[in-house]
């Protein structure tokens, strides 16, 4: 099973009269980077949630969040005086700086005032929160299984466009061999050619260096290595696809082997038919690294 490191799901519930909202989402990442926005008046919450998402996800950048709310009248707000007064101390300042601009303000209700961030704390004051926390953990493999299987959706789809990308390459390749084939022949005519120019026109060759000579372009453009390469990259792409184990870091890995041998190919290719394939090829496989990219 294909894994996309880009998921989302999300999660409601309620326990007493606390509601909650877990909320996971992911996209593509070099390792495993975890960001959490949890509560944090809910002691002991964070370590088992790391551990919970660690378990099941091995690549990616992965945000979590916990929003909770409380039934109206199920508890008393508390008022954080340190807040208050901070809160004061900035209207305070913002009311002197428009005076001096000639700037009337109308004064903030005590209701303005409350509503100003951490100057009423909702969280409970001497409330047991054990019960709390072990139903928002009880929640969250619920949680990761929707977000894993919204991320097994996207990675079969992953699956079957890099399966038909294999085939094209396989397809590309066995072109290339024919191709080899067909300018062997015109190679043999050119240097046959050429050689026939070069002893007509001196005099005291030296044959054994000219035998080196052909001998070593011979090897320069010789592609035969390159097309086994990529014959086993093609083998070894898919063994990795239907494998179980977490792939991506493997397969961008060779990706990399398949632009290498493509670009060696073009370079000894010396035949249009084969830089053009050589083309085709590098121009499939930049796709291809595109979609392994999002594979866990």
């Known amino acids: 099973m294909i894994l996309s490191m880009t998921g989302f799901a999300s999660l409601k519930g309620a326990h007493g009269p606390w509601s909650w909202a877990w909320d996971i989402r992911s996209v593509n990442g070099r390792g495993l980077d975890l960001r959490l926005k949890l509560p944090d008046w809910i002691e002991g919450l964070e370590v088992p949630v790391r551990k919970a998402l660690g378990e099941a996800i091995t690549r990616g950048n992965v945000s979590v969040g916990l929003r909770l709310t409380r039934e109206a009248g199920a508890g008393a707000l508390a008022l954080d005086r340190a807040a208050l007064e901070r809160s004061l101390a900035l209207l305070a300042e913002i009311g002197h700086a428009a005076e001096a601009r000639g700037i009337e303000l109308a004064r903030p209700s005590a209701v303005e005032i409350a509503a100003m961030r951490g100057v009423l704390d909702a969280s409970p004051q001497e409330e047991d929160i054990t019960p709390l926390r072990a139903a928002l953990l ?34 590309l390749v066995g072109e ?16 046959r050619t050429a050689l026939a120019r070069v002893i007509d026109n001196s005099e005291g060759i030296d044959e054994a260096r ?55 190919l073009c370079s000894k290719s010396q035949f249009p038919d084969l830089t053009r394939i050589g083309l085709d090829l590098k121009a499939l496989i930049d796709q291809m690294r595109e979609q392994v990219q999002n594979v866990e």
Do not use: W
């Not at 290339?176 to 240097?191: D, P, T």
């Open 138 to 171: 009880a929640a969250l493999p619920a949680l990761i299984a929707a977000f894993n299987q919204m991320r097994s959706h996207e990675g079969a789809a992953l699956g079957v466009v890099l399966t038909d990308q294999l085939a094209v390459v396989e397809a």
């Open 176 to 191: 290339a061999l024919a191709a080899v084939e067909a300018r062997r022949a015109a190679q043999g005519q050119a240097l």
């Open 210 to 264: 000219v035998a080196q000579e052909l001998a070593l372009i011979a090897v320069k453009s010789d592609v035969r290595e390159e097309i086994d390469r990529l014959t086993a990259h093609v083998a070894q792409a898919r063994a990795l696809l239907a494998g179980a184990e977490a792939r991506g870091r493997k397969l961008d890995f060779l990706m990399q082997e398949f632009n290498r041998e493509a670009n060696t």
